[in-house]
């Protein structure tokens, strides 16, 4: 099962008194996918030969019946002259004969594979973590990427955690058939952070070489990732302020008089200012975050402030952030804050 089958068909004609034509294909079914990887058409006159050639993929066990469409079309040389002798104005229809052949389904015996194999083929799969110790709601990053000869269906491969927070950009899918077999390369990109000390649990992928015939496992080890986490103490101002003094207080009379000042102030100013002074003067927590955000002056800076929120909808500006602070990206601070 998932093991390409190379399937070549040819079609000649044999009556070489007419014009003839084919339409030919394989019908699609449940039981299998198929690719067509080459055609050629010796087209002689009363002379026609057609070569197909397909990879077939079984998708189940047991019996798998291949099913055909062919349509033989039969007109002569006066039908053909008739049809060619208009211009671009003046087109005129192939007059023919269409004839539905019945062709014998293809029956296939399909082995099931081995216990716990979910690849078939000829891959490699590497990684790579740019580190493994980081402070809390710094992610590391780590790619993976898996490649070779086969058919895999897109699969998702890191699975969430309460311990951390996952970021996934858009997986890296590509499938190449040639002539005789089919080539896959998916690749993970992954920013994972956490507040403590994580880890990323051992991955087994069990393959299974058709060539060889032997199960071989492809393994993203465990990763330990060690945090550290910020003490709220580094973030407290240890100096006293205000500075103690002796003498006179002239700081208490500044603020004395400014009170009083305030004070009269209520009875002149009309009441519906001093509302909207007030109403101005009160930030929301979203004011708050727009302001850290407008005056975050470096890539890494907005990077801890958008982390720290946990929020998914800053998941692009994050990726983007990441690939400058870490992968030496050229994204410019105000276009990725234009798309905060």
């Known amino acids: 099962m998932n093991e390409a089958t190379l399937l070549e068909v040819n079609l000649t004609q044999e009556n070489h008194s ?137 699969f998702e491969l890191l699975p969430n955690s309460k311990s951390y927070t996952l970021f996934t950009q858009k997986t890296k899918y590509d499938v190449s058939n040639s002539r005789v077999e089919t080539s896959t390369i998916i690749e993970w990109d992954y920013a994972i952070s956490a507040e403590k000390d994580f880890v990323l649990p051992k991955l087994v992928l069990k393959a299974f070489n058709s060539k060889t015939q032997k199960v071989y496992e492809l393994v993203l080890p465990q990763q330990n990732i060690k945090v550290n986490e910020v003490k709220s103490s580094s973030l407290l101002d240890k100096e006293d302020f205000p500075a103690s003094f002796s003498g006179f207080d002239w700081e208490f009379w500044r603020w004395v008089f400014s009170y009083v000042f305030v004070f009269l102030a209520g009875f002149l100013m009309p009441r519906d200012l001093f509302r909207r002074g007030k109403v101005l003067s009160e930030k929301s927590e979203e004011d708050v975050l727009v302001e850290k955000i407008s005056t975050a002056k470096t890539h890494r800076e907005l990077l801890q402030i958008l982390l720290l929120e946990n929020d998914m909808k800053y998941s692009k500006a994050i990726s983007l952030l990441e690939g400058v602070v870490y992968n030496g990206g050229k994204e410019s601070l105000s276009k990725i804050k234009a798309l905060i």
């Open 18 to 154: 007419n014009v003839m034509m084919f339409k030919f294909n394989l019908e699609k079914s449940n039981d299998y996918d198929f690719h067509q990887v080459a055609f050629t058409e010796h087209e002689k006159y009363h002379d026609l030969r057609h070569e197909y050639r397909y990879l077939i993929y079984p998708k189940k066990t047991g019996a798998v019946s291949l099913e055909f469409e062919l349509i033989k079309s039969l007109t002569d040389d006066d039908k053909v002259a008739y049809a060619i002798s208009g211009d671009r104005d003046n087109v005129k229809g192939l007059v023919k004969e269409d004839i539905v052949v019945e062709v014998e389904p293809l029956n296939l015996q399909v082995k099931p594979l081995p216990k716990g194999v979910t690849l078939v083929g000829n891959f490699q799969l590497t990684y790579t973590l740019d580190k493994k110790e980081t402070d809390a709601f710094d992610p590391v990053n780590l790619k993976v990427n898996l490649k070779g000869k086969g058919r895999v269906e897109h």
